[in-house]
């Protein structure tokens, strides 16, 4: 799998957005972009994926650059719900069913 | 809806015994993946199942094994337990596999 590289650690002020950015210069025409959120003490959650345009949800959007090597996860508000470790992956559908976590963005959020 | 259940939540075992972890995906998803979480490697795939068949499997020994029954509920099993197998297991859930994985809360196995 194409690999990914997150900042360690994102510090953000309540109510403010968040730019959580990922480099993946090695990417793949076939890779989607998937990002997934850990709260402390629960499994991974599921936050947004996109190929090659933006994407939104209720959640959070998808910036994707137009060369692909990057992207960046934009939390409009964030609260102190937000915080936790966001993980950047990119799945290659046709190469197996498995997400390769990387280590992630632990995100702290200050009221 | 009810999400991923794990059974147990906590579990303590003694090195060299065997253990088994349950895990009872969303109701109409057929797709049940096992990740391992340790401080040291993160999160690893284990294997995922689909219709009952393993289709895919990470890099570990032997010892870790699933299965998948038809009514989609899955579980694994580690023999000869190490004290390196201490960790949170994962179990995720989805339609066929594709985007959108839901996971359970985890089993965290203390192996002393």
């Known amino acids: 799998d194409a690999k990914t590289t997150q900042p360690n650690s994102m510090e953000s002020n309540e109510e403010e957005p968040v730019h959580l950015p990922c480099n993946h210069s090695t990417i793949s025409g076939t890779d989607y972009i998937h990002w997934y959120r850990q709260l402390p003490s629960q499994g991974p959650e599921y936050v947004i994926h996109g190929l090659t345009s933006n994407v939104n949800n209720r959640m959070a959007s998808l910036a994707i650059a137009e060369d692909r090597k990057s992207s960046t996860l934009i939390l409009h508000r964030a609260t102190l719900r937000d915080a936790a470790v966001y993980y950047c992956i990119l799945r290659d559908l046709g190469a197996g069913n498995m997400l390769t976590f990387g280590g992630g963005t632990r995100l702290m959020v200050k009221p | 809806k009810a999400g991923v259940t794990q059974t147990p939540r906590y579990l303590i075992k003694t090195r060299g015994q065997q253990v088994t972890l349950s895990c009872s995906p969303i109701s109409g998803h057929r797709s049940v993946s096992w990740y391992q979480q340790t401080p040291g490697q993160g999160l690893q795939f284990l294997f995922e199942?689909?219709?009952?068949?393993?289709?895919n499997k990470g890099n570990f020994p032997g010892r870790f094994s699933g299965r998948q029954f038809s009514n989609s509920r899955s579980e694994m099993n580690v023999s000869t337990l190490e004290l390196g197998d201490s960790a949170l297991y994962l179990c995720?859930?989805?339609?066929?596999?594709?985007?959108?994985?839901?996971f359970g809360s985890g089993t965290r196995l203390t192996v002393v």
């Open positions: 995720a859930s989805s339609l066929t596999g594709g985007h959108g994985y839901t």
């Open positions: 199942y689909f219709s009952e068949t393993q289709r």
